[in-house]
């Protein structure tokens, strides 16, 4: 395997162990190759053809994902050369070449479609978290993604919040407690739902609780949780929740927000913002590879 990265210091963004994503990258692959492989490509180039290629963004963003594109040409050609010009967490101007690719033009070209598919969606999702982190950077808000991803793609896409220079919330269901609404309704209230939980878990594990009123904050407050979701709470509403709170308790903003109000939201001294639509509602980056022949 050759690959060169351009060397850089811009960040504290760590990469992902290979084996986080080469099982992700090998099942795309497997999908659009299918059972008869690339036809078109097959058909058109021979195994001696060798070419030259560019990986370009037609549109200024943060780019992440780079690993998981090369190797989804190394799953497919290993002596491939693959230059990543842009590193993950760095910010591309529009028409930048992201990375450049010299070898054999079969898998270049039948790995096209896979690569630039991770790398769009996931430098789209990096886009958009690092547009709504510097909205609420005058304050000491931090923003964290949320369990709404995309099936099978998880660990990638909250790798792409951390590129953008956002946090993650929980990973799964197995990692922390979240004590939502419906848990609350099944359990019969706030306090049962809370005991039930600690007799339960083990002392390593935290707890947090979503509440919707200050009421339900109040309670939560006495018992003594780790944090506790805002949910859907007005800006006046929410402010108050976090005065109640404040030296108690993590407190983590959520419900609807966006842009225009993430700022605001920031202001009232909230600790976390989490906003789902920054994995599963972004527009994926526009990329292309331009690829010349080479004699």
Not at 64 to 92: K, Q
Not at 175 to 200: F, Q, T, W, Y
Not at 203 to 226: C, G, N, P, R, S
Not at 231 to 253: F, I, Q, S, Y
């Amino acid at each position: 395997m050759n690959m060169k990265k351009k060397q850089a210091n811009h960040s504290s963004l760590l990469p992902l162990y290979p084996l986080l994503y080469e099982e992700i990258v090998r099942r795309a692959l497997s999908e659009d190759l299918g059972l008869a492989g690339d036809l078109t490509t097959d058909a058109v180039a021979s195994p001696q053809d060798s070419a030259s290629a560019l990986i370009i963004t037609r549109v200024a963003g943060r780019v992440a994902g780079m690993d998981a594109a090369a190797y989804a040409f190394h799953c497919l050609d290993s002596g491939l050369a693959i230059e990543i010009r842009v590193p993950d967490g760095m910010d591309a101007a529009s028409g930048e070449t992201l990375a450049t690719l010299q070898g054999a033009a079969r898998p270049i070209l039948s790995a096209e479609r896979t690569a630039l598919n991770l790398l769009a969606h996931l430098s789209g999702i990096a886009t958009a978290t690092r547009d709504i982190v510097a909205l609420v950077s005058p304050y000491r808000t931090r923003v964290v993604c949320t369990r709404k991803t995309t099936p099978g793609l998880r660990m990638l896409e909250k790798y792409a919040v951390r590129a953008g220079g956002g946090s993650n919330h929980r990973f799964g269901l197995d990692d922390a407690v979240l004590i939502k609404d419906n848990h609350i309704a099944v359990a019969g209230g706030i306090s049962e739902a809370i005991g039930r939980v600690r007799r339960r878990i083990g002392f390593m594990v935290k707890i947090e609780v979503e509440v919707d009123t200050l009421e339900q904050l109040e309670t939560a407050l006495k018992e003594k949780v780790d944090a506790v979701l805002l949910d859907n709470m007005t800006v006046e509403t929410l402010a108050e929740a976090v005065r109640m709170a404040k030296g108690k308790t993590v407190t983590e903003a959520s419900g609807d927000i966006s842009a225009d109000n993430a700022a605001s939201i920031a202001a009232t001294g909230v600790d976390l913002i989490s906003v789902g639509w920054i994995t599963h509602s972004v527009p994926a980056l526009n990329l292309s590879l331009e690829l010349s022949p080479r004699a």
